[in-house]
């Protein structure tokens, strides 16, 4: 059973475009909602992440918005650029020692130039 | 250091060797993890330290064999292994129960052969 249900699987977006990339989850004793960015052949990378009490927040470029009430969240990217070009995981985790994160199956974004 | 190394960055062995994967960072924190990643598809969960000690094993067959000697440092011991544990094995490290993500190592790409 997939908990956190991310869409798209891939993505193809112009230069200067705008990247927008899902995530659904279920469980509501998630309190943590980071995305990942990864490059061929690298560990994945914290890009940004959130908690429930917040609607929206933004770091340059890229910027969640979360809808605690229809239980989703999604990263944009605004003014896409080719050097984006990566794989995007969403995950979630709930209090506890361990904070196992719960990942979303990816989102290959191609950033044409 | 706000980093997580690991080593080697590539190993190919035999179905009948015995290896290690070394993991090594400095930033003070007390919960280590081993990942599996196949290709396309999110990190797998394999073990948790926490506090040096082994806090969760997702039912991971016994030639994976994890070690935490200390603080810093984390192994894993292979053996015996099967073609289809090729990936990319990660390593990872955070506070135990803090909100923050985790940091990732850049993995070793494994081929069984």
């Known amino acids: 059973q997939q908990q956190v249900k991310q869409s798209p699987q891939s993505l193809i977006v112009q230069k200067g475009g705008i990247s927008i990339i899902n995530c659904a989850y279920e469980?509501?004793?998630?309190?943590?909602f980071p995305w990942y960015q990864q490059f061929p052949g690298k560990g994945p990378a914290l890009l940004i992440a959130?908690?429930?009490d917040v609607s929206e927040k933004k770091e340059g470029r890229f910027t969640i918005s979360f809808n605690k009430s229809a239980k989703q969240f999604s990263l944009h990217i605004m003014d896409s650029q080719p050097g984006d070009s990566a794989t995007y995981f969403c995950?979630?985790?709930?209090?506890?020692?361990?904070?196992?994160?719960?990942w979303g199956l990816g989102t290959s974004l191609a950033v044409n130039p | 250091d706000t980093e997580v190394t690991q080593t080697p960055k590539h190993l190919v062995m035999g179905m009948t060797n015995k290896k290690s994967l070394k993991c090594e960072q400095h930033?003070?924190?007390?919960?280590m993890y081993w990942y599996k990643q196949k290709a396309k598809k999110p990190p797998e969960l394999m073990f948790v330290?926490?506090?040096?000690?082994?806090?969760i094993n997702e039912s991971v067959p016994s030639r994976f064999s994890p070690e935490c000697p200390n603080s810093s440092l984390l192994n894993l011991h292979l053996h015996a292994l099967q073609p289809e544990d090729s990936a990319l094995y990660l390593c990872?490290?955070?506070?135990?129960?803090?909100?923050?993500?985790?940091?990732f190592g850049s993995g070793t790409r494994l081929t069984v052969v």
């Open positions: 330290y926490s506090y040096e000690k082994l806090s």
């Open positions: 930033m003070g924190h007390r919960a």
């Open positions: 469980n509501t004793a998630f309190d943590y």
């Open positions: 990872a490290s955070s506070q135990p129960g803090r909100s923050y993500g985790y940091t």
């Open positions: 995950a979630a985790s709930m209090p506890g020692n361990n904070r196992k994160l719960i």
């Open positions: 959130i908690r429930p």
